[in-house]
C-alpha cells in the first residue's frame, strides 16, 4: 500500500528555490499532524518540518526563514517550499504522519522520498 507519495525534487543553484508535494491518503492527512524530514548523504534522517491538521507549525533550526510547509485540505496534500537553497539542503526528503508537532514521532512506514541536490 501506498499511503505517502513525494515528489518535487531536482537539481537546483545554491540560493534557487523549490517547492515539494506530498500526496497522502485521506485517511492519514485529515487527522494526523504531517511532516517532513530528509536524510542528507551519509547522515541520518532528520526532522524538516511538521504542521497539524490545526495550522500549528515546527521548523528544524537549520531550515527556519527559508522553508515553508503547507497543508492544502482539497487536495490532501503536504508541501515544503524551500528557498534560498544551500548546499547542505541536498538530501532525499520524506513525508510522513507524525504524533504531534513536539515529539514528531514517524506513524507510517517510510516512502521512497523525493532526492533533491543543489549544486555548489
Known amino acids: 500500500q501506498v499511503q505517502l507519495v513525494e515528489s518535487g525534487g531536482g537539481l537546483v543553484q545554491t540560493g534557487g528555490s523549490l517547492r515539494l508535494s506530498c500526496a497522502a491518503s485521506?485517511?492519514?492527512?485529515?487527522?494526523?499532524?504531517m511532516a517532513w524530514f530528509r536524510q542528507p548523504p551519509g547522515k541520518q534522517r532528520e526532522l524538516v518540518a511538521a504542521?497539524?491538521?490545526?495550522?500549528?507549525?515546527t521548523y528544524a533550526n537549520t531550515v527556519k526563514g527559508r522553508f515553508t510547509i503547507s497543508r492544502d485540505n482539497a487536495k490532501n496534500t503536504v508541501y515544503l517550499q524551500m528557498d534560498s537553497l544551500k548546499f547542505e539542503d541536498t538530501a532525499v526528503y520524506y513525508c510522513?504522519?507524525?504524533?504531534?508537532?513536539?515529539?514528531?514521532?514517524?506513524?507510517?512506514?517510510w516512502g521512497q522520498g523525493t532526492r533533491v541536490t543543489v549544486s555548489s
Open positions: 510522513n504522519a507524525v504524533d504531534n508537532i513536539m515529539s514528531v514521532k514517524p506513524l507510517r512506514s
Open positions: 504542521m497539524s491538521n490545526e495550522g500549528s507549525t
Open positions: 485521506p485517511s492519514i492527512y485529515r487527522i494526523h499532524t
